[in-house]
Each structure stands twice: as structure tokens, then as C-alpha cells.
């Protein structure tokens, strides 16, 4: 489930972000750019209030224990944002993508098997936060012989809930300057408010990305707020004779009924920022605004009647 897709505010805990950055390789050409990377990468993510744990260079036991404790993490506080990015070599056999440590030695494909890491454990971890909102960025070099269209296959579209996910072709030949993908996140976290379909949309014209192959650009299928909160919480019952609801006194409190056309697009806009609402914005409401509303509110626990109450209308026109 994404990030709070809902009305309901996303919880105040610190985000969580895994950065590895691979270039010593000792049999394989090494790779300047991921070192730079990792570290621009930590300090965009480091500004931004995640707190970051980076391996430069780990073995294959420190890479995989590092991926599995930000599992740990996101398991353990499952509505907090997690970033996870890495930079190196990665492998394809038998139709799975693995991701390569700097020690390894690849005689023989199957080698893969033994020196490598499973790709697909990224999104292992990144799935343990079932209401966070995570993203997983990748700079990868192939090794020689290596099917790049991989990459694209490790995600299933089970994993996109609310992972959003990521990856440019880098070459080891290629200038010592921060790769592209890791330029694109450092960009991307100096909005302050990233929402990760928004986001990941617009990957494909960030200046850092114009001269990359992009491989795989995949944003989740709900809203998700890698930072910011889409919606203030919802405001409490007033205890005393009726059900009367608090709402933002800053816009007026009207049943949809009375709402002209333009309120009712900016309803239809605000669901379609939060990932509900899927059809053309034209201020009518018919079946699929209806299936959004009630989308919404069972998210957000309230009950899903399809027909917004006076304050719902209220905290999604201010959105």
C-alpha cells in the first residue's frame, strides 16, 4: 500500500536510505563514477532528513547484509519513506538480474550464482514497508555478454503498490563524473515535496538523464510521498449534541451538491494527484469519480460510500 494515499497524514519518523556505491572492482574495469555517485547521493539524501547508511565498496557479505537491514528498517516502522540507490556492475543468468560486489570473479556464468546478489532482494526490502513509500534507483554498468532488458524484468507489477523503481546504463569508460540516475535523485530531493509518480514521470527530461539509457523507469501504482504529506489529518468529531466536523476554515464548508463545475475539476485534480482518479478532468462526476471516491475513502478508513461528506469536499479542494 502506498504512503498515506489517503486523507490520513503520513507518520513523523525519520526516512531510512541505503546507498551503495561499487567501483574498486578487481576484475572488471573499474567504475570512478559510482564512488562520486554514493557520495552525492548521501548528501542529497542526508539534506533531505534521511538517514542514511552507505557502503563504499562492501563484499558480498556486507552488501547483503546492508540490503537486508534496511528490510529490517522499513519492516520495523512500516509507514516511513525509504530510498534505496545503488551503483556497479550487475549480471544476467537464467532470466534474473544479479547484482555483482567488487571481489567478484566470474569464470563461468554460473559463477553469478555463488559472487553474486540477487537484484530482485532491492525489492524484496523496499516491499517490507507495506505503507511506506519507497524508491529504488539504480546505475548499473553490464558485464560483458549482459541482457540490460534484465533490469526491467526484475520488477513484477506486484511490487509497484508502492515502489517506485529506476535504472540508467552507465559505461566504465565513461567520464569520473556522478552518474546519472544519482544526479537525477539529488535534483529530484531539492523540491522538498516528491510525490514518486510525479517523479518518476518526470525522469525522462532531467538534464542529468539526456545523454543516458534509461532502462527501466517504473513509478508505483498509488500516490506516494517520498517527502511532504498529501493531505492534513483528518480533523476531529466535536463531541456534544450532533456529528458536527471541523474543517479548514479557509474553505468553505458546502455539500458537493452546491460545488460549480470548476470545484468539482479541482475535486476530480486532487484525486488525480493522489492516484484515485484515472479519467479525464471535466467537472462531472459519473462512475469512475465515484469508484475514486470510494477508493479514497476506504484507504483512509472511513466508509466507502462513493459520495464525499462535507469535510472530505472541504481538505480535498485545499489540497
Not at 103 to 131: C, W
Not at 238 to 266: C, M, Y
Not at 273 to 294: C, K, M, N, P, S
Request: proline share 8%; charged share 15%.
Amino acid at each position: 500500500m502506498a504512503a498515506s494515499v489517503g486523507l490520513a497524514a503520513v507518520p513523523s519518523q525519520a526516512q531510512v536510505a541505503l546507498v551503495i556505491g561499487n567501483s574498486a572492482y578487481t576484475a572488471l574495469p573499474t567504475l570512478p563514477a559510482c564512488e562520486m555517485s554514493a557520495n552525492l547521493a548521501t548528501a542529497a539524501l542526508t539534506r533531505a532528513g534521511f538517514r542514511v547508511s552507505k557502503q563504499l565498496n562492501p563484499s558480498n557479505a556486507r552488501m547483503g547484509a546492508a540490503i537486508a537491514a534496511l528490510g529490517d528498517d522499513v519492516a520495523a516502522s512500516p509507514a516511513i519513506p525509504a530510498v534505496i540507490y545503488i551503483c556497479g556492475y550487475v549480471a544476467a543468468y537464467a532470466d534474473r538480474l544479479f547484482l555483482l560486489p567488487v571481489e567478484s570473479k566470474l569464470e563461468r556464468d554460473t559463477d553469478v550464482l555463488t559472487q553474486g546478489i540477487v537484484a530482485r532482494l532491492l525489492m524484496s526490502s523496499a516491499m517490507a514497508a507495506p505503507n511506506g513509500a519507497t524508491l529504488v534507483l539504480m546505475d548499473v554498468a553490464p558485464r560483458p555478454g549482459t541482457d540490460m532488458a534484465a533490469v526491467g524484468a526484475m520488477v513484477r507489477p506486484t511490487d509497484l503498490a508502492h515502489v517506485g523503481f529506476a535504472a540508467a546504463e552507465i559505461s566504465p569508460t565513461g567520464d569520473q563524473i556522478a552518474a546519472p540516475m544519482a544526479t537525477a535523485l539529488a535534483d529530484m530531493l531539492r523540491a522538498g515535496t516528491v510525490e514518486l509518480v510525479a517523479a518518476l514521470a518526470q525522469l525522462p527530461t532531467n538534464p542529468g538523464l539526456a545523454k543516458a539509457r534509461l532502462l527501466a523507469v517504473r513509478p508505483p501504482a498509488n500516490a506516494s510521498w517520498l517527502l511532504g504529506k498529501p493531505l492534513p489529518p483528518p480533523n476531529p468529531m466535536i463531541s456534544g449534541s450532533g456529528p458536527a466536523v471541523v474543517v479548514p476554515t479557509s474553505i468553505p464548508a458546502r455539500p458537493l451538491a452546491e460545488l460549480n463545475q470548476a470545484d468539482r475539476r479541482r475535486l476530480q485534480l486532487a484525486l488525480q494527484r493522489l492516484g484515485y482518479f484515472q479519467g479525464h478532468v471535466t467537472g462531472r462526476f459519473g462512475a469512475d469519480t465515484e469508484a475514486a471516491i470510494r477508493l479514497m475513502q476506504r484507504e483512509s478508513g472511513a466508509q466507502a460510500t462513493g459520495q464525499l461528506t462535507v469535510d472530505q469536499t472541504a481538505r480535498l479542494l485545499d489540497h
